[in-house]
C-alpha cells in the first residue's frame, strides 16, 4: 500500500508545522492549509488527497463548511474532525456531512495515526470496488 | 444585612399601619355618615310627630273645656229664660232647680244663687250659708250686669274658697237680675288635668293676668311662677293669632329643657298651657339614640378588630410572597452567574487549548527526534527523554482540565442557519425511537408537504424539541400510549405540536409549568429548567410556545415560529 497522503488544515500556523514533521517521520505524505478556502484550492492541485484532518474551529470559512464543499465535489475523500469542543454536537454535526470520525485537541499521535489509516483503508476499498466496477463493467461490454 | 431587615421590618410595619386604617376610613366613614343621616332624619320626623300629637291634645282638650263651659253656660240661661224671676227668687223652688241639675248633672253645679240689679242675692241654694249676700262691690257682679252673660275668673269669693261662677243676666219687671251659678272647682281642675303624658306633662288653665285657674296635678307653682315670661309671651300674643297654639321650648328654673304648648280658650280670656320636660316627651328618641350609639360602637370594634386581623393576614402573605420572590432572584441571580462563570470558563480553556496542543506537538516532534539521534550513552539522554515525556504529561493535564471546563459550560450553538425542518425533526424523532419503545410510547409523526425551511439555530431547536418529545415520553412512562409530533404552516407561522396521550396537566399547575425551577418530576430528575429553557428560546425566535392539556387524555405542546417568505428575504 503507497503511503496515504494526508492533508493538515488548521489555522495554527506552528500546530500544522509540527504535526507535518512528525506525520513525515510515519512514513505518511502530508500537505497543508492554513484556512478552509486554502485547503479547498489545495485538494484541487492534489486530487490523490486521501485523508483530510480538518480543525472545526477557524476563522472565516469553519471546518462544517470547509467539509461540506470539500464532500460535494470530492465524496471519496475522507475526513477526520479535529475538534477543541468537549460537545459531541459539532462532531456530530461534522459527521452527520459525511466526516469519517473525529479527534479532540491536543489529539494522541498513535490515535490519529489509527484514524488516519483506517480513514485511507476505507477509501482505498472504496475505490477498489469502484475500479472493480468499472472492470466488470468492461469485462461485460467486450463480452470477455 | 441588619439594616436590610430594620428597612424590611419598618416597611411591613406601615404596611400594616396603612392597610388597618384605610380599611378603617373606608369602613368607619360611610358607618358614621349613614348612622347620623338616620338618626337625624328619624329625630326630626319624631320630633314632628311628638309636637302634632301635642298640639293635637291641647286643641282637643280646649274644645272640650270650651264645650263644657258652652254647655253649663246654656242650662244656666235656660233655667233663667224658663222660670223667670218669680219663681226662682223663690227659694225652695231654686234648690228643687238645683237638685234637678245635680242630677242631670252630677256634681258639676255647687250652688245656684238669683241677685237683683242691687247686687242683693234674693235666693240661695247650695252648701253654703250665703242667703242675703251683698254682691254689690263685688268685680264679677259689675261685669255680670253689664253683659247677657258672665263667666268668672277663678276667686276665693265670699266663701274663701277656689271657685268660678256662670252668670246669666234676665230682665224682669223690676229690671235686670242675675241668676248665678257656681261651677265645682274640682270637677273642672280634673278636665285639665286628664292631660297627662310621661313622667313630667301637666297641664294647667291661665287666665290674662297669668294667674293659676286650675290646680296642676305636679304643683310645680315655682317653675309656673318663674316661667311666667314664657306664658307672658303667650298671653301676649295679638288676638288675631289666639285662635292657633303655641309651640315653645325654654329652660325651666332647674335648668331643665320643657317643652311648652299652650292655646287660648274661653274666647280667648284662659291659656290652656300645657308643659313638659323635653327629655321626657322624647324619652323614646334618647333611647333610640343610646341603642344606636351602642351599635355604632359594637361596629366600630368589630371594624378595628377585622382591620388588625386582615392586614395582618395580608402583610403575612406579603411577607411570605415576598422572600420568595427574593429566594427565587437570588436563585435566578445565582443560575446567572453560574451561566457566566461557565461561559468565561468555556472561553478560556478554548483558548489556552490551541497553544497547548502546539506544546505538546512540539515535545511530540522532539521526542520523534530523539528516537533518530544517537547521542552518547550519557545521563543526559536519559533527561532529555524524560523532560520530553513529562511535557507530554503535564500537556495531556492541561487538555483533560479544558475538556472538563468546555464540558462543564456546555454551550449551545447558536448560530443560525437554513434549518430543514422535516429532517430535522425526523432525527429527533428517531434518536428518540429507542427510548419511546422501552416506555411502550408509539411515535406518530404528520408533516405537511413542502415545509419552509426556518433561520434559526438548529442546536437550540433541537433542544427545544429533544425537551418536548421527552417531557411527552415521560409523561406516558407507566402505560405507554401515543406521541404525535406534527407540522403545519399557518400563515407566517411554522406551527409543531407536540401531544401525548398521558394523564395531562392539573389546571393549577398549567400556570406554572414555565416557570423556571418548576418540576414534578421526583427529586433530582427534573431540574425544572426544561420546559423555561424551551420557552427562553421560541421567545428569542419570535415565536410562542404554548400549551393545552385536558386530565386524562393528554397534553399538547404548541411551538408557532415566523418565518420568512422567500420574497421577504430578498428584501
Partial sequence: MTPPLVMLVDDEVPFVETMTKRLAKRDLNVISAFSGQEALETIDKHRNVDVVVLDVKMPGMDGIETLKKMKAAYPLIEVVMLTAHATVESAIEGMRFGAFDYLMKPCDMEQLMGKVNEATRKKRDHEEKIREAHVKEIISKRGF | ?571
Wanted: hydrophobic residues 45%; contains cysteine; charged residues 20%.
Fill in chain 2, 1 to 571: 444585612m441588619t439594616k436590610n431587615t430594620q428597612s424590611t421590618d419598618h416597611y411591613f410595619r406601615s404596611l400594616n399601619r396603612n392597610i388597618i386604617l384605610i380599611i378603617i376610613v373606608v369602613s368607619v366613614i360611610p358607618l358614621i355618615i349613614v348612622s347620623s343621616t338616620i338618626y337625624y332624619q328619624f329625630r326630626a320626623s319624631y320630633h314632628a310627630k311628638v309636637n302634632d300629637h301635642l298640639r293635637e291634645l291641647v286643641q282637643s282638650h280646649v274644645q272640650n273645656i270650651n264645650h263644657f263651659l258652652q254647655e253649663k253656660l246654656s242650662n244656666i240661661r235656660l233655667l233663667g229664660d224658663n222660670w223667670g224671676w218669680d219663681r226662682l227668687a223663690d227659694e225652695s223652688i231654686l234648690k228643687e232647680r238645683l237638685a234637678t241639675l245635680q242630677k242631670c248633672f252630677g256634681q258639676d253645679f255647687v250652688d245656684l244663687g238669683v241677685i237683683n240689679a242691687a247686687g242683693e242675692q234674693i235666693a240661695y241654694a247650695g252648701p253654703f250659708k250665703l242667703a242675703k249676700a251683698d254682691y254689690s262691690d263685688a268685680e264679677w257682679f259689675h261685669k255680670a250686669i253689664q253683659s247677657e252673660f258672665f263667666i268668672s275668673d277663678v276667686f276665693l269669693g265670699l266663701r274663701g274658697l277656689p271657685h268660678f261662677i256662670i252668670a246669666v243676666r234676665n230682665s224682669g219687671e223690676d229690671g235686670h237680675w242675675i241668676l248665678r251659678a257656681t261651677i265645682d272647682f274640682v270637677r273642672f281642675t280634673t278636665l285639665v288635668e286628664n292631660i297627662r303624658l310621661g313622667q313630667t306633662g301637666f297641664a294647667f288653665i291661665l287666665n290674662n293676668k297669668g294667674e293659676l285657674q286650675t290646680t296642676p296635678i305636679t304643683k310645680p307653682t315655682a317653675d309656673i311662677i318663674a316661667g311666667k315670661t314664657i306664658y307672658a309671651e303667650f298671653l301676649a300674643q295679638p288676638p288675631i293669632s289666639r285662635g292657633k297654639v303655641g309651640v315653645a321650648v325654654k329652660l325651666d328654673l332647674a335648668e331643665h329643657e320643657n317643652i311648652y304648648i299652650a292655646a287660648f280658650l274661653k274666647n280667648g280670656d284662659w291659656l290652656l298651657v300645657y308643659q313638659q320636660r323635653m327629655a321626657d316627651a322624647f324619652a323614646d328618641l334618647d333611647k333610640t339614640f343610646l341603642i344606636t350609639t351602642v351599635l355604632m360602637f359594637f361596629g366600630l370594634v368589630a371594624i378595628i378588630i377585622m382591620a388588625f386581623t386582615l392586614s395582618q393576614t395580608v402583610v403575612k402573605r406579603v411577607a411570605k410572597a415576598d422572600s420568595e420572590k427574593q429566594l427565587m432572584s437570588k436563585k435566578v441571580v445565582e443560575t446567572g452567574k453560574l451561566a457566566s462563570v461557565g461561559e468565561l470558563a468555556a472561553g478560556i480553556a478554548h483558548e489556552i487549548n490551541n497553544p497547548v496542543a502546539i506544546m505538546v506537538e512540539e515535545a511530540g516532534w522532539m521526542g520523534d527526534l530523539m528516537e533518530e539521534i544517537t547521542f552518547d550513552e550519557s545521563e543526559n539522554r536519559a533527561e532529555f527523554e524524560r523532560a520530553i515525556k513529562q511535557i507530554q504529561t503535564q500537556g495531556r493535564r492541561c487538555k483533560e482540565i479544558t475538556h472538563k471546563l468546555l464540558s462543564f459550560a456546555r454551550k449551545t450553538d447558536a448560530t443560525i442557519h437554513d434549518v430543514n425542518i422535516k429532517e430535522l425533526l425526523e432525527e429527533m424523532v428517531t434518536l428518540s425511537s429507542q427510548r419511546a419503545k422501552y416506555s411502550m410510547v408509539e411515535i406518530r409523526t404528520d408533516f405537511a408537504p413542502n415545509l419552509p425551511s426556518l433561520r434559526v439555530s438548529p442546536s437550540e431547536l433541537q433542544q427545544v424539541f429533544f425537551n418536548l418529545i421527552n417531557n411527552a415520553i415521560d409523561a406516558m412512562d407507566h402505560d405507554g400510549g401515543t406521541l404525535t409530533v406534527s407540522a403545519h404552516h399557518r400563515d407566517n407561522y411554522l406551527v409543531f405540536a407536540v401531544s401525548d396521550t398521558g394523564m395531562g396537566i392539573p389546571e393549577a399547575n398549567l400556570n406554572r409549568i414555565f416557570d423556571p425551577f418548576f418540576t414534578t418530576k421526583p427529586v433530582g430528575k427534573g431540574t425544572g429548567l426544561g420546559l423555561s429553557i424551551c420557552y427562553g428560546i421560541i421567545e428569542k425566535m419570535g415565536g410562542k410556545l404554548e400549551v393545552e392539556s385536558m386530565l386524562g387524555t393528554g397534553t399538547t405542546f404548541i411551538v408557532s415560529i415566523p418565518f420568512q417568505k422567500d420574497t421577504d428575504r430578498q428584501h
